[in-house]
């Protein structure tokens, strides 16, 4: 990707509006769009492996079937293990958003104090009686508001995984096939450099996906290691859960070490100091991301200018919600390359030109074959 | 004695006539003539069938080249401005492959070349073309070597003045 010329303004502002319209498309499709994702995810990360083995001479079919077959087994349990132990931990979490902003509360109350020792003047603006307040208000209310919501969200999505699986399948074992039919219908002018574009774009969604997978794991075994040495429980899980969140730039990060400072706050209630550790460590663990596990996994590969970011949060939020804002940039990048294809291909007059002389050889070829039919001879090998 | 791989196999093939014909097709062209007809389906895969209406431009002398093209039926013209290439073969038929130099680097193709008459080509990207020789180096080898072996000969008869097919 990072061989393309950058874009004009009018392809970048034609991209963004399509980008819009796709997010907003895709919050209509949700259920369908999440499983797809993961199942895009699973073909890129999962293609080396059936590769390796069809190269060791097991027939693609056999390799797909049984890496899929796992996935299938893993996804089943994962549902059925899961959902009833969620639904029981919906149904108490009104104690556990209590229990944990609990230990929240009472570590901003400490840290407000000591920030009051320090500086008197803070003790005027009574900064813990507002916050006790608004921490109450958010707990009375957090059942009454989004318990319902909730359940029933999370009823509409486990089934919906498992299409991944499905997907997965179909994606390992005929991508090559879609990808040949896609490019039959492109005509003969736009061909080679279509086939190109394909192919760096194929590429790039390699390297962004399993750089993305590559990327969870090392947050996750940094944020675990440091969070067991810690004391914190279960360390392992909510390195995963953070690494899982910052999938959503920004917010996502957020609100991983909001979770994590709240659990460590929770559970060493008399020690502060552990809750602010787990926030260095947390802003560690971002640092070493941004500046060493990101250029070596993902690095630059979408290519997005922040400010066009950052404005697409807006847009995306505004437009789809909090879809809109989860899948802003990742459909930006997408969209950017997919622009650039069709303007590179289509904007080019010599291909143009080229392709109007195709048609007219191809129009006169039909009106003046003697009787037979074309579609016998054009797919002469099929 | 048949064995349960040699069973299947005999049945995967019975089952994809359509197949089994292209994939013969494929092995019958020079470059590919090495590989087992297991190979040539893998090649299969990656190759992409194009046909060119008689005077349809394949490729245009200065367009910079991504790929192989393999003419399976009908002729194409080549038609350079280059001295050297006005001794060469212009005509290209059946099994001959144009545009062979760009599978190893993204230059310039070096001459205009146009459907003689109503042609079917396969074309290999040179992306693709990389990944089957990572992938799978014993197919990679099998049609590396037939590449060159042929392009070997035409730099051979082009040093020795005799007619050769260009290659581009």
């Given at each position: ?9 009018v ?8 980008t819009?319209l ?10 369908l ?12 990360c ?13 027939r ?22 899961l ?13 556990t958003?209590?229990?944990y ?5 009472n ?21 813990d009686?507002?916050m ?7 707990t ?14 999370l ?12 997907l ?16 039959r ?29 590559l990327?969870t ?40 070490c909001i979770i994590?400072?709240?659990?460590a ?6 020690r ?12 560690c663990?971002?640092?070493l ?48 390359v997919?622009?650039?294809i ?17 048609r ?5 070829w ?17 | 004695?048949l ?13 994809t ?7 013969q097709t ?12 297991k190979?040539?389906?893998e ?26 093209f393999?003419?399976v ?5 080549v038609?350079?401005s280059?001295?050297?290439?006005k001794?060469?073969v ?10 062979e130099l760009?599978l ?14 109503r ?26 070597v037939?590449?060159?072996?042929t392009?070997?000969g ?15």
């Amino acid at each position: 990707m990072n061989t393309f010329r950058q874009p004009g303004a009018v392809t970048m502002v034609v991209t963004i509006l399509i980008t819009c319209l796709v997010l907003f498309l895709f919050q209509k499709i949700i259920w369908l769009v999440v499983p797809g994702l993961l199942a895009l995810m699973n073909y890129y990360c999962l293609r080396p492996l059936v590769d390796r083995l069809v190269l060791r001479g097991v027939r693609r079919v056999w390799a797909v079937a049984g890496i899929v077959g796992v996935i299938l087994v893993l996804t089943v349990g994962i549902v059925f293990l899961l959902a009833p132990q969620l639904l029981t931990r919906i149904a108490r979490l009104q104690d556990t958003v209590d229990h944990y902003l609990g230990g929240g509360q009472n570590l901003l109350r400490r840290t407000i104090q000591t920030l009051e020792e320090v500086a008197p003047v803070l003790k005027r603006a009574s900064l813990d009686r507002k916050m006790d307040l608004q921490i109450q208000q958010f707990t009375d209310q957090f059942a009454d508001r989004h318990l319902g919501k909730l359940a029933l969200q999370l009823l509409i999505w486990l089934p919906s995984l498992f299409l991944v699986p499905y997907l997965t399948y179909f994606l390992l074992m005929d991508s090559t096939r879609l990808k040949k039919f896609l490019i039959r219908s492109i005509p003969n002018a736009f061909f080679e450099k279509s086939l190109l574009l394909f192919a760096r774009l194929d590429e790039s969604l390699r390297s962004f996906f399993q750089g993305l997978l590559l990327l969870t794991f090392l947050d996750t075994i940094c944020l675990a290691a440091g969070l067991f040495v810690l004391g914190v429980s279960p360390a392992l899980l909510l390195g995963l859960a953070a690494a899982v969140l910052s999938w959503i730039p920004y917010l996502g990060s957020a609100l991983g070490c909001i979770i994590v400072v709240l659990v460590a706050a929770t559970d060493f209630p008399d020690r502060p100091t552990i809750a602010y550790i787990c926030l260095a460590l947390f802003l560690c663990v971002r640092l070493l991301d941004d500046f060493v596990f990101l250029p070596l996994t993902i690095g630059r590969k979408l290519h997005i200018h922040p400010l066009l970011s950052v404005l697409m949060f807006f847009l995306g939020a505004t437009v789809a919600g909090g879809t809109g804002l989860v899948l802003a940039l990742p459909v930006l990048g997408v969209m950017a390359v997919a622009g650039e294809i069709v303007a590179q291909v289509v904007m080019d007059r010599r291909l143009r030109s080229r392709y109007r002389a195709a048609r007219d050889l191809a129009s006169a070829w039909t009106t003046s074959r003697d009787g037979r039919s074309p579609q016998l001879t054009r797919n002469s090998l099929d | 004695m048949l064995t349960l791989s040699r069973f299947s196999k005999a049945v995967h093939l019975f089952r994809t006539p359509a197949n089994r014909e292209r994939v013969q097709t494929l092995r019958n062209l020079d470059v590919f003539h090495d590989l087992t007809f297991k190979e040539a389906l893998e090649v299969d895969e990656l190759l992409h069938e194009r046909v060119y209406e008689k005077g349809e431009i394949i490729f245009e002398e200065g367009d910079i080249g991504h790929g192989i093209f393999v003419v399976v039926s009908g002729r194409v013209r080549v038609d350079p401005s280059h001295e050297l290439l006005k001794s060469a073969v212009l005509e290209i038929g059946p099994g001959e492959m144009l545009g062979e130099l760009s599978l190893f680097e993204e230059a310039p193709r070096f001459a205009t070349v146009v459907a003689a008459e109503r042609t079917v080509m396969v074309a290999l990207l040179r992306a693709e073309f990389s990944s089957l020789l990572t992938k799978n180096t014993k197919i990679g080898v099998k049609v590396l070597v037939r590449l060159s072996s042929t392009m070997c000969g035409r730099v051979r008869r082009l040093l020795r003045g005799e007619r050769h097919t260009p290659s581009l």
